[in-house]
C-alpha cells in the first residue's frame, strides 16, 4: 500500500517523530514529504495521506493551512494527523481534523505527540521540557502506531475504514487561541551582526514565508515575516538577533535524548 505523509516541522522534532512512525508501522512504506517550498504531492496517487505538523498558539501554522488550502480534495480518501507540541497542545488537534474535512478526507487516527519546546521565549522561561516524550508518553505514542498499523491492514485487505471523531477536552474547548501577533512581539525587529555573519544562506532557505533575501548578508522583509523563529533556532553563527534575544535559547534540532528515543 502506497502512502505519504505531508509533514511541516520547524525544528525537526516532527520530521523525527514520523520517521520513527515510518519504521515502526509494516504496512504501508511512507513517503516522507516536507510542505515547506516545495511542488504540490499528487494525493491522488496514495492511498492513505498523513498530515504532521507542530502546534502554533494553540493551532497548526499558517504556513500549513496554507498547503491544506492548495491540496486537491480527496474524497474519502483515508488520512490521520499528528500534531507536535511543546508546552500545550489546546485544541490543535481538533482544529487540524477540521481544516483537513474540508477536504474530504476520512479521519481515520489522531494523535498529539509531546516534544521539546523550540519557541526560544518559552525556553527562555525555563519552559522546555527537554525529556519529553517521556516514557509513559513514548509508550502511548507507540500504541497509537500501532493501532494505525492495524488499521492500514484492514484498508489494505479491502475493508472501509471507521471514521475516527476527534474531540478535546471541554476545558480546552472552551479556551480562546492566544493572539498569533504576540509571536512577533516576542521576536521583535530582526537584525544581522556583520561581524557574525558567514553569509552561508540558511537564514533564508529556511524561512517558510520567504521574508528574506540576500544581499549577501541577510535583509527581512518584515512585512511578510511570521514572527516563526526559524531564521534565529537555525543561525549557526547566532548573527539573528532583536532586542531581547540575542545568541540565547536556540532549539535549532531535535536534542539528543530525543534523538536517541527515535533514533
Same mark, same amino acid.
Given at each position: 500500500? %502506497?502512502?505519504?505523509?505531508?509533514?511541516?516541522?520547524?525544528?525537526?522534532?516532527?520530521?523525527?517523530?514520523?520517521?520513527?512512525?515510518?519504521?515502526?508501522?509494516?504496512?504501508?512504506?511512507?513517503?516522507?514529504?516536507?510542505?515547506? %517550498?516545495?511542488?504540490?504531492?499528487?494525493?491522488?496517487?496514495?492511498?492513505?495521506?498523513?498530515? #504532521?505538523?507542530?502546534?502554533d498558539f494553540g493551532d497548526i501554522p499558517?504556513?500549513?493551512?496554507?498547503?491544506?488550502?492548495?491540496?486537491?480534495?480527496?474524497?474519502?480518501?483515508?488520512?490521520?494527523?499528528?500534531?507536535?507540541?511543546? #508546552?500545550?497542545?489546546?485544541?490543535?488537534?481538533?482544529?487540524?481534523?477540521?481544516?483537513?474535512?474540508?477536504?474530504?478526507?476520512?479521519?481515520?487516527? #489522531?494523535?498529539?505527540?509531546?516534544?521539546?519546546?523550540?519557541?526560544?521565549?518559552?525556553?527562555?522561561?525555563?519552559?522546555?521540557?527537554?525529556?519529553?516524550?517521556?516514557?509513559?508518553?513514548?509508550?502511548?505514542?507507540?500504541?497509537?502506531?500501532?493501532?494505525?498499523?492495524?488499521?492500514? %491492514?484492514?484498508?489494505?485487505?479491502?475493508?472501509?475504514?471507521?471514521?475516527?471523531?476527534?474531540?478535546?477536552?471541554?476545558?480546552?474547548?472552551?479556551?480562546?487561541?492566544?493572539?498569533?501577533?504576540?509571536?512577533?512581539?516576542?521576536?521583535?525587529?530582526?537584525?544581522?551582526?556583520?561581524?557574525?555573519?558567514?553569509?552561508?544562506?540558511?537564514?533564508?532557505?529556511?524561512?517558510?514565508?520567504?521574508?528574506i533575501t540576500l544581499s549577501p548578508k541577510?535583509?527581512?522583509?518584515?512585512?511578510k515575516c511570521y514572527g516563526c523563529w526559524?531564521?534565529?533556532?537555525?543561525?549557526?553563527?547566532? #548573527?539573528?538577533?532583536?532586542?531581547?534575544?540575542?545568541?540565547?535559547?536556540?532549539?535549532?534540532?531535535?536534542?539528543?535524548?530525543?534523538?536517541?528515543?527515535?533514533?
Amino acid at each position: 500500500m %502506497k502512502g505519504i505523509i505531508c509533514y511541516y516541522s520547524g525544528s525537526g522534532n516532527t520530521k523525527l517523530a514520523m520517521e520513527y512512525l515510518n519504521k515502526k508501522v509494516s504496512t504501508t512504506d511512507f513517503n516522507l514529504y516536507n510542505v515547506v %517550498k516545495s511542488e504540490l504531492p499528487d494525493l491522488s496517487k496514495y492511498d492513505v495521506v498523513g498530515f #504532521a505538523t507542530f502546534t502554533d498558539f494553540g493551532d497548526i501554522p499558517q504556513y500549513y493551512v496554507s498547503f491544506l488550502d492548495k491540496i486537491e480534495e480527496q474524497p474519502d480518501k483515508p488520512a490521520f494527523i499528528i500534531n507536535t507540541f511543546g #508546552a500545550i497542545s489546546g485544541k490543535t488537534l481538533k482544529l487540524f481534523a477540521d481544516r483537513v474535512e474540508t477536504k474530504h478526507f476520512t479521519i481515520i487516527s #489522531a494523535y498529539s505527540l509531546h516534544t521539546p519546546e523550540n519557541y526560544p521565549p518559552m525556553r527562555k522561561r525555563n519552559i522546555m521540557f527537554d525529556k519529553a516524550p517521556k516514557p509513559r508518553e513514548l509508550k502511548k505514542f507507540d500504541t497509537f502506531i500501532s493501532r494505525l498499523d492495524e488499521i492500514l %491492514k484492514l484498508i489494505n485487505n479491502g475493508q472501509s475504514p471507521e471514521k475516527k471523531q476527534v474531540k478535546v477536552g471541554f476545558l480546552w474547548n472552551m479556551l480562546p487561541n492566544a493572539p498569533r501577533t504576540q509571536a512577533k512581539k516576542d521576536f521583535g525587529i530582526q537584525q544581522v551582526d556583520e561581524n557574525l555573519c558567514k553569509e552561508c544562506g540558511l537564514c533564508a532557505e529556511v524561512c517558510p514565508y520567504e521574508a528574506i533575501t540576500l544581499s549577501p548578508k541577510p535583509v527581512f522583509n518584515h512585512e511578510k515575516c511570521y514572527g516563526c523563529w526559524a531564521c534565529y533556532n537555525h543561525c549557526p553563527e547566532q #548573527a539573528i538577533y532583536t532586542r531581547k534575544f540575542r545568541g540565547t535559547h536556540q532549539y535549532p534540532k531535535p536534542n539528543a535524548e530525543m534523538v536517541k528515543k527515535f533514533g
